[in-house]
Nanobody, 120 residues
Framework: QVQLVESGGGLVQAGGSLRLSCAASGRTFSSYAMGWFRQAPGKEREFVAA????????DYADSVKGRFTISRDNAKNTVYLQMNSLKPEDTAVYYCAANKPPYSNGYDYWGQGTQVTVSS
């Protein structure tokens, strides 16, 4: 079992930046693939970014490529999402998620989410 706690959300103007953090409990963080998702009001949750165990491989939704960067620090049990050039359409609750071995059943653990609001 792992607990995930997101932080770093807030209100920012369009074009601004935010850095989200997700701190994980437990001693097996380095064995989890990690991801960020978001859900806007009235919309389904959507994939934003993912990162491999070591951080050597990343993946992004087309809508955030070139603007968002996912990273992780296994020594700190933390995954980050650096968000630059924010747009009003990035407004959503952002969730981090952990995918445990054998990595075949989707994401197993979810945080409570952090609100990101981008004003125009």
């Amino acid at each position: 079992q792992v607990q995930l706690v997101e932080s770093g959300g807030g209100l920012v103007q369009a074009g601004g930046s935010l850095r989200l953090s997700c701190a994980a409990s437990g001693r097996t963080f380095s064995s989890y693939a990690m991801g960020w998702f978001r859900q806007a009001p009235g919309k389904e949750r959507e994939f934003v970014a993912a990162i491999s165990l070591s951080g050597g491989s990343t993946d992004y939704a087309d809508s955030v490529k070139g603007r968002f960067t996912i990273s992780r620090d296994n020594a700190k049990n933390t995954v980050y999402l650096q968000m630059n050039s924010l747009k009003p359409e990035d407004t959503a609750v952002y969730y981090c998620a952990a995918n445990k071995p054998p990595y075949s059943n989707g994401y197993d653990y979810w945080g409570q989410g952090t609100q990101v609001t981008v004003s125009s």
